[in-house]
Structures are given as C-alpha cells and as structure tokens.
C-alpha cells in the first residue's frame, strides 16, 4: 500500500501555471506507475496523465496535450504534475493515484491507493 499526500493547488487566472506534487510513502512507489486524476463538479472522475514507473512512458488525455507535462523522482518519491496556459474548464479536485502496475494505466480500477486531493480554480 502506498500512502500519498498531493499539494500544490491553489487559484490562478486563465493562462497561468500551477505545479502539483504528490508524495508517495512507502517501498513499493518506484516500482508502479503513477497518475494524476481530476474531478469537477457533477462530472465523473477521468484520468488526466500517467507515467511508468521509470518515467520513460506517460499519457495525457487531449484535453492537456501540450500543456500539462508529468514527471517523476524516484529517489524523491514524488510524482508531479506541471500545469501550463491553465484554463477555467481545468477546474477540479485533482487526485494523485498508484496503480497496481508498473506499466502506463488510464482507468481508475487499475489504480489501488489514492491521495485526498488538492482543489484546483483557474479564473476566467
């Protein structure tokens, strides 16, 4: 079981930046690869990126091509997700999640341990 902790959210205007990080504890988190979900209200939960466990393999849903970019550091056991040119329908809840492999997975029931979430509004 990993445990993770997400920071980083906050409130932006259109066309600015947020960087959000997730913590993992634990000794399996360089093994599984890692994603980053968002929920807003009244919509369902959807993947938003997702990297290997080496980081040498991610997703991102079109909605965030080109914009979003997720890294990671094993040795920091930290994944993160840098957010560009951010825009009001990016507003959300995001929730960093470890999935129960260390391939690139994009649906939540491949994913087995979540964080609490971090709130993220972006003004228009």
Known sequence: QVQLVESGGGLVQAGGSLRLSCAA???TFSSVSMGWFRQAPGKER????AISWS????YYVDSVKGRFTISRDNAKNTV?????SLKPEDTAVYYCAAA????????????????QGTQVTVSS
Do not use: D
């Open 100 to 115: 129960l492999t260390p391939y690139v997975a994009t649906v939540r029931t491949a994913f087995g341990s979540w964080g």
């Open 55 to 58: 980081g040498g393999s991610t």
């Open 46 to 49: 959807e993947i938003v990126s």
């Open 25 to 27: 504890s634990g000794r």
């Open 80 to 84: 993160y997700l840098q957010m560009n």
